[in-house]
């Protein structure tokens, strides 16, 4: 390609707006605080669109697009089990969470939490969380440093191996010089340009079909059971994409923007605004995948690349719609796209290693500029590490992000919910949730079965958490009026 053009053009602007943007945080970023949460100052409209952006990692643009093409209408049940899930997190947990870190010695990160909710002075809790987080993370960012390559790879016919180190270079850059403030500020740019691809690729994937009537009828002449709303799957099939919405409440580099928000009253305008933006996404993503099935069914000389590998599908109708200009513009909202999950995700790993073990037990006395120091080093040994799982040119981007999510959505999520609602709930249970969940996510994969392994995963957490709790002696007076301290705060505000 070349470096008059008007796609490298694009591109450079957009890459260099995102490190310039990573430069103005820089300049704001002055405790560790700041560097990890921003120093809790994010408003609705940043937290919502930061939230939503690095929730809708590069699955959204390439992975739920891909599923669709290649399985049809089936694969929404997806898109239904995130809207309920991610409702349900900000209306039930966003809230109580941002309360709660508050109280519990102003908790920065989850295993932070978790320790100061149970008062685990055998630090266990912190260790355990912190190793979850590590062995997910790395998964979950492989799948972002995947997206990036494929989309280096396609447009620029670069080898996959250069492909994957472009794409990750710019993430690294501005998590590393400006950290949250840089990563939640770009979320909302980024999160701005996929909303607006979103919605304009498959309009024209439409028209392109003849319109709505004529895309049907292509797609019915391509294959009758991609119009069927119960796929191969079955009922199984079902469950287990709507059970994608339970994995929300586990999910750390969400649950950290809860944790961002300057205050309590945020959260409900937030959450109107993430939700809007989350429908108009997934809508939009859907509609590229199943429309572009019609499309490319009319246009069959050029389906050959989509139809190797379905994941291309958004990135081929971008480019062959629209004039390089805009084809520019659409194909840096995938990069939005992966940029800005990545970007989450390589804070909180950062966040758990120099929170969680290097002041927590190295460093106890360690400075804001020392801390600060170390979580940038701690960016780049996590990126390290997620670009050697990703070295793989067959790794799917889909395939990564489903079992990342569940191993958190199992791990973390029955502890959050119950650690917040229950106050009966115990140290040890949590322990047990913890290891339940994720070990039964992992030798579940191993089974092959069709049951997504989110499923066995959350209800073994639960169980466990619950019956230890029970077993064992009741939490500390003290943590008990806390935790009805908490409630009665939250009751006022009208949680």
């Not at 490298?8 to 260099?16: D, P, R, V, W």
């Not at 140290?427 to 499923?455: H, P």
Request: proline share 4%; hydrophobic share 55%.
């Amino acid at each position: 390609m070349r470096l008059d053009s008007p796609l490298f053009l694009t591109f450079s602007a957009y890459l260099l707006l995102m490190v310039g943007i990573g430069f103005i945080a820089w300049r704001r970023t002055r405790t560790f605080d700041d560097y990890i949460l921003g120093g809790r100052s994010l408003g609705s409209y940043v937290t919502a669109l930061a939230a939503g952006a690095s929730d809708m990692s590069g699955w959204l643009m390439m992975g739920l697009p891909g599923a669709l093409y290649l399985g049809g209408a089936s694969e929404s049940w997806i898109a239904i089990g995130l809207v309920i899930g991610a409702w349900a997190n900000w209306r039930f947990v966003a809230g109580p969470l941002r309360v709660y870190t508050e109280r519990a010695h102003n908790a920065l990160t989850l295993p932070d939490y978790f320790t100061h909710r149970f008062e685990d002075h055998s630090r266990l809790l912190r260790i355990l969380s912190a190793l979850v987080i590590l062995v997910f993370f790395a998964i979950y960012c492989a799948s972002g440093i995947v997206a990036g390559a494929r989309l280096f790879e396609s447009m620029f016919g670069l080898p996959y191996g250069e492909a994957m180190l472009w794409g990750a270079a710019v993430t690294i850059a501005y998590t590393f010089i400006g950290g949250f403030l840089a990563v939640s500020w770009t979320d909302t740019v980024q999160a701005t340009l996929m909303i607006f691809a979103l919605l304009l690729v498959p309009v024209f994937a439409i028209l392109g079909a003849g319109g709505p009537g004529e895309a049907l009828a292509l797609v019915e002449q391509v294959d009758p059971a991609r119009l069927q709303w119960i796929g191969a799957g079955g009922v199984i099939g079902i469950v287990s994409l709507l059970a994608w919405g339970l994995g929300y409440v586990g999910q750390p580099h969400l649950l950290a923007r809860f944790m961002a928000a300057d205050s309590l009253a945020t959260i409900p305008r937030a959450r109107r605004i993430a939700m809007t933006w989350m429908v108009l996404c997934l809508a939009g993503s859907m509609a590229t995948g199943f429309f572009g099935i019609a499309w490319f069914a009319a246009h069959p000389e050029v389906a050959g690349p989509v139809d190797a590998n379905p994941e291309r599908v958004f990135v081929a109708l971008s480019e062959l719609l629209f004039n390089p200009w805009i084809a520019g513009v659409l194909l840096s909202a995938i990069l939005a796209a992966v940029m800005s999950t990545l970007a989450a995700q390589l804070l909180v790993c950062s966040s758990a290693l120099t929170e969680d073990f290097y002041r927590g037990f190295l460093r106890p006395r360690a400075g804001h500029g020392e801390l600060v120091w170390v979580g940038r080093a701690m960016v780049l040994a996590v990126a390290l590490l997620a670009m050697w799982i990703a070295r793989d040119p067959e790794s799917r981007v889909l395939g990564l992000v489903s079992y990342a999510w569940a191993g958190f959505g199992a791990a973390f999520g029955p502890v959050v919910v119950l650690s917040l609602f229950w106050k009966r709930m115990t140290r040890n249970g949590a322990l047990a949730g913890m290891l339940a969940g994720a070990v039964t996510v992992i030798a579940w994969k191993q089974t092959g079965s069709a049951l997504y392994e989110i499923v066995p995963g959350f209800i073994a957490a639960s169980v466990a958490i619950v019956a230890v709790s029970l077993l064992g002696r009741a939490p500390s007076p003290q943590l008990q009026a806390r935790h009805e301290q908490v409630r009665a705060t939250l009751s006022e505000s009208g949680y």
